[in-house]
Each structure stands twice: as C-alpha cells, then as structure tokens.
C-alpha cells in the first residue's frame, strides 16, 4: 500500500507542491551533471607543464583540449539522456493508465538500448575519435594529442553515464527523484576527490595530466551507474524485473524514440552547435574559442537546471495527461513555467555581477582568453531566462506527445537562427577588429525570436491537446 501512495502522488499532490518535490532533486542531479565537466577544466588549468609525445603541455594546452572534446562528450549524453527522456515519459504515462505489464516492458527495453548504445560508442573511442579531432583543424599539435587521449577513455569507458542516464529516468518516472540525486552527488564527490589525485600525482600516484581528468570522470559515472541500479532494483518496486521484460519489442522501441528522439535530437544539436561554433571561432582565433567551451561550462550549469525542471514537468503532465486530468496538466504547465523563469533569473543575475570572479576560478596565463571570458559571461548570460522558456516549452511538447514542435524549437535554438548569426559576427569580427561582443549578442536574439515561435506552438497544442481533457 505504501508503494502505491507513493508512485500516485503525481495524480494527487498538489501540482505546485509536486513540482517543487519532483523539481529540486532533478536540478540537483542535472547541476551536478554541469559539475563534472567545471570540475575538470578547473583541475587541468591549474596543471603543472608536463611532456607529452617529446611536446610540453600546460594548463593552457589542456583547456583547449577539453573544448575539442565537449562536442562529443556532449553528443555521447545526448544519446543517452534522450533515450531516458523518452523511457522517462512512456513509462509515467503508462503508470498512470495502470499497466503494469507495459511499463515492466518499457523498463526492460531501456536497459536493452543502453546496452546498444554503449557498444556504439566503443565503436567510435576505437575508431573515430583521431578523426573527429583532425576536422577541428586544431593548431597545436600537443593540444589534439591530448584531445584524443582523454576522448578515447571517455568513449570506451563510457557504460557509466549510458546506464546511469537510464536508471535516473526510471526512478524519476516514478517519483523517487531523490534516490537519482543521491547516485549523482555520489558520482561528483568520487570525481572531485580523483581529479586532483589522478591529474597532479598525489599519494602513490604518478601524475596523468588531462588522462587522469578522464578516469577521474568515468570512475565517477560508473560510481554513479551502480547506486542508480541499486536504487532501482530495491525502490522501483511496482515495476516487474526480469530478462524476459528485455526481450526487444519493436513497439516499444518505436514508442520511446518517438517520444526521446526529439530530446536526443535537442541535445545533439547542442553538440554539433558546439562543434560548429568551435570551427567558426577557431577561425578569428584560439583564444576566442577557448573562451566559448570554457564559457559554454559555466553556461550549462546555469541551463542544466533549467533541464532538471524540465525533467520533472515532463513526467507529471505526461502522467495527468493520461489521467486526462486537465486541471492538473494546466497546473504542471503554469508553475513548470514560473519556476523556470525564476530559476534563469537568478542564473543571469550571478553570472552577469560576479563574471570575474567566476573566470578566475580557472588558471588561464593568457589574459586574451580572460578578457573573451567575461565578455562572453556578460553577453550571453542575457540570453537566460529567453532560453528557460524555451526549454520548458520542450519539456511540456514531449509530455504531450508534441515531439514535432520540441524538435523545431531545438533546430531554431541550435542550428538555423543562431549559427548564421554567428558566422556573420565572426566575419565582421575578422575583417573589422575587436567586435566579438556581436557574435556574443546573437545568443540573445536566437532565445527570444525562439521563445516567441515557442508561444505559438504552446497555444496550438493547448488548444488541440488540454482542452479537451475532462
């Protein structure tokens, strides 16, 4: 009985309450996520020069290594996390149809395409990583060796954040958001305490450099993975576990991915945003681009929150939505809404007043690269609460099986307002001089040109798709 109150709380606490219930672990677990990859620049800027390959590395040589693998790294969640969005709400929703049969099923079929996915991404660590390195043009030779070597560790070690971004979704589908919180605290608290004994050599270690950055991290997510298992093995009672549930069921498949492959479509897109951003800025030069991944960092903790509400308005509209409880769904709409506004607010208040403090957090020698940092910071942090909204947005499309309109938001937001933009800043910053504040400024139009195409979609679906709920 305890467990049955505990998974229908979603069609009977008050939706305000529920959201917040649901909502800060989620953003907790998502900041943390941010965390892992702040956490490593800040160790490896600060490290000591070292010889690699007969070439000496610093501190410097590592930043812009990191940037040249945050695309993949990124792509390579993407993958993940949107399989667990589409599991995540497939799973809500057939809870709250009462099909205990489907949602074992669905459960099941979430480990079976983690286990696809992780030997894909085997594949590449293997095969793919000097390649997608060498398209970067990279012009420090040292700098892409390190790239590669802590891209393959990632790659091939990589079943950590692959099976812990599905069991995350599973214990946040059914309201125990805190267990997946816990299991990412864990996985943060191992990586920071590895990356200074890993990167510099402490205790009976030898120093690894940007290496030991990268085994800090998958050490990390494999911590993380284990508790995320654990929890759902012992927690997730009410869903049925068995290899029988992990027989691949095409429907199924078919189900997940047309709910999670606007979301894996959303997060690529920030991936390839990533790497073509890389490709334009390189091009007016090194330290403007080591700027940008060093910035986007910082930026993701800020929108990773926003993606941790997001997270929770997914499953409880969803759930209501097959309640057809349309007081309820309006409910997750309207304070899904306010507190992600609330919560870009205060991330564009911080980043804006305390942009230099944040910046010295890293050990940057050049100061160009600094100076491109604080700008960016100031600049782009405009953009918030415009790119808040738009993320809830997505969040309340995919509950609402509207993935057509979450996917065009993703292509507006990443690839068609805003890398024409960017491609026309740098060229006007390459043939005039110092205007890189213009190719900051086009994040702020692309959000809120966005944010009003999003408004429309919202009525759209509203009308089409609440209204007619009892």
Not at 296 to 319: E, H, M, N, S
Not at 324 to 339: A, C, E, L, S
């Amino acid at each position: 009985m305890k467990n049955k109150q505990e998974v229908n709380k979603m069609a009977v606490m008050p939706v305000n309450k529920l959201m917040l219930n649901m909502g800060i672990p989620m953003i907790l677990s998502m900041a943390l996520q941010a965390v892992y990859n702040i956490v490593d620049t800040v160790f490896v800027s600060k490290m000591q020069p070292m010889t690699i390959n007969g070439m000496t590395a610093t501190g410097d040589h590592g930043l812009q290594a990191l940037g040249l693998v945050f695309p993949a790294q990124m792509m390579m969640i993407a993958i993940a996390i949107g399989t667990g969005v589409g599991v995540n709400a497939l799973l809500a929703k057939c809870m709250g149809q009462n099909d205990g049969e489907k949602v074992a099923r669905v459960a099941g079929n979430g480990v079976f395409l983690g286990a696809i996915i992780y030997i894909f991404y085997i594949l590449f660590g293997i095969f793919g990583v000097r390649a997608y390195i060498d398209l970067q043009n990279c012009s420090e030779q040292v700098t892409a060796e390190m790239a590669i070597s802590y891209l393959q560790i990632c790659s091939i070690v990589s079943f950590g954040v692959v099976f812990f971004s599905l069991f995350e979704k599973l214990l946040q589908a059914t309201g125990r958001s805190m267990y997946s919180t816990v299991a990412q605290v864990t996985g943060a608290v191992v990586n920071i305490i590895l990356d200074p004994v890993l990167i510099y050599g402490l205790g009976p270690f030898e120093p690894m450099g940007i290496e030991g950055a990268a085994w800090a991290t998958v050490v990390g997510q494999i911590a993380s993975a284990l508790l995320g298992l654990i929890f759902h093995l012992k927690k997730n009672r009410e869903i049925a576990h068995g290899w029988k549930y992990k027989k691949p069921n095409l429907m199924i498949i078919k189900q997940v991915y047309a709910i999670g492959l606007p979301a894996i479509i959303a997060q690529a897109l920030m991936s390839l945003m990533s790497l073509a951003m890389n490709v334009l800025l390189i091009q007016v030069n090194d330290d403007i681009m080591t700027a940008y991944t060093t910035f986007y960092k910082i930026q993701q903790f800020v929108l990773f929150c926003a993606f941790g509400l997001r997270d929770a308005i997914t499953p409880i509209v969803a759930f209501n939505h097959g309640l057809r409880n349309q007081k309820r769904v309006n409910d997750g709409i309207k304070y899904g809404m306010q507190y992600t506004i609330m919560i870009m607010a205060v991330g564009m208040l911080c980043v804006i007043l305390f942009a230099n403090p944040i910046s010295h957090m890293f050990t940057i020698e050049n100061e160009s690269i600094r100076k491109y940092l604080v700008e960016a910071m100031r600049f782009v942090s405009l953009s918030f609460i415009f790119a808040g909204i738009n993320i809830a947005c997505q969040g309340i499309f995919q509950a609402l099986d509207s993935g057509l309109q979450s996917l065009l938001i993703s292509l507006f937001r990443q690839a068609v307002f805003i890398l024409p933009l960017v491609y026309a800043g740098t060229r006007l910053t390459i043939q005039n001089g110092d205007l890189s504040w213009l190719i900051w400024l086009t994040f702020l139009i692309t959000e809120l040109a966005t944010a009003v195409i999003a408004f429309g979609f919202m009525q759209g679906i509203r009308k089409r798709k609440v209204s007619i709920l009892l």
